[in-house]
């Protein structure tokens, strides 16, 4: 009987197992860590009377840790509103100015770091109240 430890792998399986011991090794044992662009922040908009999606123009603007402001403008458009915000850990301040309605805005959203790891994207609704 084998020890209690033992591995059984397909050749295949030992050859890739064998490829990165030599690359980790070779990076002198460091972790490398590959990063694959995601949203920092998903955003729902949405009209806080009927519940329903934001139909309208509307223009959204961040800051990340006090950082420049990126503007993302979009066209009118039908169906759900879902907002992709930044791509990396940290805080956020949004606004949402749509034509028709009030601007919103959310200071200090906060998007944990999780190391190598992708983060989750943090959700949140915007819910914009109709302009007088």
């Avoid at 309208?56 to 993302?72: C, F, H, K, Q, R």
């Avoid at 791509?87 to 606004?95: A, P, Q, R, V």
Wanted: proline share 9%.
């Amino acid at each position: 009987m084998g020890s209690p430890f033992a591995v059984r792998l397909k050749p295949s399986r030992l050859a890739f197992v064998a490829a990165m011991a030599t690359f980790l090794a070779a990076c002198g044992g460091d972790v490398v860590c590959v990063t694959v662009p995601s949203p920092a922040v998903l955003l729902t908009v949405v009209d806080s009377v009927t519940g329903n999606p934001v139909n309208a123009a509307m223009t959204v603007s961040w800051t990340e840790n006090g950082g420049p402001t990126t503007v993302d403008q979009l066209a009118a458009s039908q169906g759900p509103r879902v907002v992709e915000v930044g791509t990396s850990s940290g805080t956020y301040d949004i606004t949402v100015h749509a034509t028709g309605y009030r601007d919103w805005i959310q200071r200090g959203i906060v998007v944990p770091s999780y190391g190598c790891n992708p983060f989750p994207a943090i959700r949140t609704t915007a819910r914009l109240q109709p302009a007088p």
